[in-house]
């Protein structure tokens, strides 16, 4: 990989940069999964389809050392097509290398396989992002919620989420001093 670097004088100066992994190699293992690598931050990532995610982490566990599960997060993205998008922090502690995998599902099709199965780490972040955005995680061995009721229906990290929240949908506990400077 090649990067420009700029000094006090504005000169472009040449900086190559070797990483160990590139999805170059992953696409040559899997060449019928589109896979679309991309810079995230000077951190190397790719976009993986879906259906695709446990057989691209297992390989990427297995076959590249990617043993070091960080930790994955939600995303709302807010677009109209792929609006959910779930990335894993991933880490290799023998080149200490890091990667970053990227995976899109729509709205009205909130499904992306558990990779609990490959990390076991993800199970506490799946759980999160089903939470927080209602991305849900086929094969998670436990669905439950994590900080909000069952019964509570929506998601608050979701951009269209009232940011006062929706009233009466679940009790909030007042105290006593609490009542007293609200009056």
Known sequence: MTRFIFGCCLQARKLTINFMFAFEELKNQVPDIEIVPM?????????????????IARLIKEKFGFTHFI?????????????FEVIYNLRNPETKERIFLKVRCDERDPHIPSVVSIWSGANWHER??????????DG???????????????????????????????????SEDMKVRMN
């Not at 810079?39 to 057989?55: K, L």
């Not at 019964?151 to 929706?166: A, N, S, V």
């Open 39 to 55: 810079d995230i931050n000077g951190t190397i990532g790719a976009i993986i389809p879906r259906e695709n995610i446990q057989d």
């Open 140 to 174: 998670h061995p436990d669905p439950r919620r994590m900080y909000l009721p069952d019964e509570f229906q929506y998601h608050p990290l979701r951009k269209d989420f009232p940011l006062m929240g929706i009233e009466g949908s679940i009790p909030l506990p007042i």
């Open 71 to 83: 930790d994955a997060l939600g995303v709302d993205r807010n677009e109209r097509k792929m609006r």
């Open 128 to 137: 999160e992002a089903f939470d927080m955005y209602g991305i849900v995680f």
